[in-house]
């Protein structure tokens, strides 16, 4: 019998059952002739570039002219194609994200609550004007770059971007909450609140030149700056409506549309306002899969809206960094330039890429996990003979900058519980060695079920892409 694999249950402390997501696997909704789907080790992390600088890890970057510009530390950097990087000027650094937007002729940059501009030839240049206070978020729109400062909404002048007139300021004022962010949609201001989201368009005039546009209110909003993205041409964010718990949004005309699941709310639900008010949310595409990045402080979950659209479900999985998965997601700030997708990394100053072609990052091999559904057979029980993993293996895994892998075996391991809460012992296999794509990976007599049991199974140390296609069980049932 097959036995899906796309997500698992198990429980909790608090007698619940709760949804398992795949951990640095990738579920994909395609038929095959094997199964209907299959997990696939996340793309790995090989380096680009590395900086030559001490400071902050990446803070922020941007595709701009066909190259990659990047904050890393103080530095507004510009990373080439040939993997060096030029330092093009400084800009504070106070460990907090940068964010960095462009016009036809320059490039902005907010950082650490101030503002710069970067044009060729005039270097990196401080905008000093007192009227613009405290730069928290940034967007350039209809010819302004537009600021806010948590309360107002500020734009500089048309004929000089370094000037700001106090008589032309905006403000947000549906609700008394804060203006966490600013975001441009369809030549239209999004002001993303902490508890509501309003929608300006650019109507000139001497004053504030941007209108509110009435009835497109939304009444949620974001929980940080950063936790918005521009997701299926509209934008994906973190956050409520007042007197409500966090979830994960998708912004429609006048509304906001639901992405998270039941589990994805709980795991939200498990970090403080202060926590989620650093989360950052990202998304990128990769193939066909259009995926959003929920960035949270001890790993990240990720939505696949292609996924969803043809499983039928929501479509959701975790990622993860470290030997043993206990470290955040190391891949931040996702730019498509030269043909690959860049990222700073959380743990050095190297800028890397994604690599299919390797499950390892920056070399280091991490695991990945899935559970199953719950077995059950109406409370008879059943005697499990034989569990086997139907996989694509045996590919090799090189990175350049990395070297290539050592031809080591593969481990695989599977644990099983009785209760969602203890799990038994590991068994232990091997799963060969790069090019041997037919070893077949299998658990042989598995004891007795007398009740119900919640399968694991995870891969360790394997630094080689691969496929979980199917889980083939061979089950006897037993009578009352």
Same mark, same amino acid.
């Given at each position: 019998m097959q036995i899906p694999i796309l997500n698992g249950s198990t429980t909790d402390s608090a007698a619940d059952f709760r949804t398992s997501l795949p951990l640095n696997l990738m579920p994909v909704a395609k038929e095959t002739g094997i199964s209907k789907g299959y997990l696939r080790t996340a793309e790995g992390m090989a380096e680009f570039a590395n900086s030559i600088y001490s400071g902050s890890a990446d803070r922020g970057a941007v595709n701009w002219k066909g190259g990659?510009?990047? =904050?890393?530390?103080?530095?507004?950097?510009?990373?080439?194609?040939?993997? &060096?990087?030029?330092?093009?000027?400084?800009?504070?650094?106070?460990?907090?994200?940068? =964010?960095?937007?462009?016009?036809?002729?320059?490039?902005?940059?907010? *950082?650490?609550?101030?503002?710069?501009?970067?044009?060729?030839?005039?270097?990196?240049? /401080?905008? &000093?004007?007192?009227?613009?206070?405290?730069?928290?978020?940034? =967007?350039?729109?209809?010819?302004?770059?537009?600021?806010?400062?948590?309360?107002?909404?500020?734009?500089?002048?048309?004929?000089?971007?370094?000037?700001?007139?106090?008589l032309k300021y905006g403000s947000s004022e549906a609700r008394p909450d804060p203006v966490n962010g600013l975001r441009e949609v369809r030549n239209e201001v999004y002001a993303v609140n902490r508890y509501t989201t309003e929608v300006f368009q650019n109507v000139g005039g001497t004053g504030f030149p941007f209108q509110r546009v009435e009835g497109a209110m939304i009444p949620k909003g974001a929980v940080g700056t950063f936790a918005t993205a521009y997701f299926l041409d509209t934008i994906a964010f973190v956050g409520s409506g007042e007197n409500e718990p966090p979830s994960v949004y998708l912004v429609g005309t006048g509304q906001a549309q639901k992405?998270?699941? !039941? /589990? =994805?709310? &709980?795991?939200?639900?498990?970090?403080?306002?202060e926590q989620l008010a650093e989360v950052r949310v990202e998304s990128r595409q990769d193939k066909l899969q259009q995926l959003l990045y929920i960035h949270l402080p001890d790993k990240s979950l990720v939505y696949d809206a292609s996924g969803t659209a043809v499983a039928g479900e929501p479509v959701w999985f975790t990622v993860a960094s470290g030997a043993n998965a206990e470290l955040p997601y190391r891949a931040r700030n996702y730019v498509w330039a030269y043909g690959k997708w860049l990222f %700073?990394?959380?743990?050095?100053?190297?800028?890397?890429?994604?690599?299919?072609?390797?499950?390892?990052?920056? %070399?280091?091999?991490?695991?990945w996990q899935f559970d199953t559904q719950v077995l059950y057979n109406e409370g008879? %029980?059943?005697?499990? $003979?034989?569990?086997?993993?139907?996989?694509?293996?045996?590919?090799? *895994?090189?990175?350049?900058? /990395?070297?290539?892998?050592?031809?080591?075996?593969?481990?695989?391991? $599977?644990?099983?519980? $009785?209760?969602?809460?203890?799990?038994?012992?590991?068994?232990?296999?091997?799963?060969?060695?790069?090019?041997?794509?037919?070893?077949?990976?299998?658990?042989?007599?598995?004891?007795?079920?007398? $009740?119900?049991?919640?399968?694991?199974? !995870? %891969?360790l140390n394997n630094p080689y892409p691969e496929s979980i296609v199917r889980l083939e069980a061979e089950i006897e049932p037993l009578e009352a």
């Amino acid at each position: 019998m097959q036995i899906p694999i796309l997500n698992g249950s198990t429980t909790d402390s608090a007698a619940d059952f709760r949804t398992s997501l795949p951990l640095n696997l990738m579920p994909v909704a395609k038929e095959t002739g094997i199964s209907k789907g299959y997990l696939r080790t996340a793309e790995g992390m090989a380096e680009f570039a590395n900086s030559i600088y001490s400071g902050s890890a990446d803070r922020g970057a941007v595709n701009w002219k066909g190259g990659c510009y990047r =904050v890393i530390g103080e530095w507004l950097t510009r990373v080439n194609v040939d993997g &060096t990087i030029d330092y093009l000027g400084n800009v504070d650094d106070d460990g907090n994200p940068a =964010v960095l937007v462009y016009s036809f002729d320059r490039l902005a940059v907010a *950082a650490a609550g101030k503002l710069y501009y970067y044009r060729p030839g005039f270097g990196v240049q /401080e905008v &000093t004007d007192p009227d613009l206070g405290t730069v928290v978020d940034l =967007v350039w729109i209809a010819g302004y770059f537009m600021t806010t400062d948590g309360e107002f909404l500020i734009v500089t002048d048309l004929n000089d971007p370094f000037s700001v007139n106090p008589l032309k300021y905006g403000s947000s004022e549906a609700r008394p909450d804060p203006v966490n962010g600013l975001r441009e949609v369809r030549n239209e201001v999004y002001a993303v609140n902490r508890y509501t989201t309003e929608v300006f368009q650019n109507v000139g005039g001497t004053g504030f030149p941007f209108q509110r546009v009435e009835g497109a209110m939304i009444p949620k909003g974001a929980v940080g700056t950063f936790a918005t993205a521009y997701f299926l041409d509209t934008i994906a964010f973190v956050g409520s409506g007042e007197n409500e718990p966090p979830s994960v949004y998708l912004v429609g005309t006048g509304q906001a549309q639901k992405l998270a699941t !039941r /589990e =994805v709310e &709980t795991l939200l639900m498990s970090y403080t306002e202060e926590q989620l008010a650093e989360v950052r949310v990202e998304s990128r595409q990769d193939k066909l899969q259009q995926l959003l990045y929920i960035h949270l402080p001890d790993k990240s979950l990720v939505y696949d809206a292609s996924g969803t659209a043809v499983a039928g479900e929501p479509v959701w999985f975790t990622v993860a960094s470290g030997a043993n998965a206990e470290l955040p997601y190391r891949a931040r700030n996702y730019v498509w330039a030269y043909g690959k997708w860049l990222f %700073g990394d959380l743990q050095s100053l190297k800028i890397g890429y994604f690599n299919n072609r390797d499950a390892r990052q920056f %070399g280091q091999a991490v695991p990945w996990q899935f559970d199953t559904q719950v077995l059950y057979n109406e409370g008879r %029980g059943a005697i499990i $003979h034989s569990l086997e993993l139907v996989r694509l293996s045996g590919r090799d *895994a090189s990175s350049p900058g /990395e070297g290539t892998a050592a031809a080591v075996d593969a481990t695989y391991s $599977h644990s099983y519980t $009785h209760n969602g809460l203890q799990w038994s012992q590991p068994r232990l296999i091997s799963g060969g060695k790069p090019g041997d794509t037919q070893k077949r990976v299998g658990w042989r007599t598995l004891g007795r079920m007398d $009740h119900w049991r919640g399968l694991r199974f !995870r %891969g360790l140390n394997n630094p080689y892409p691969e496929s979980i296609v199917r889980l083939e069980a061979e089950i006897e049932p037993l009578e009352a």
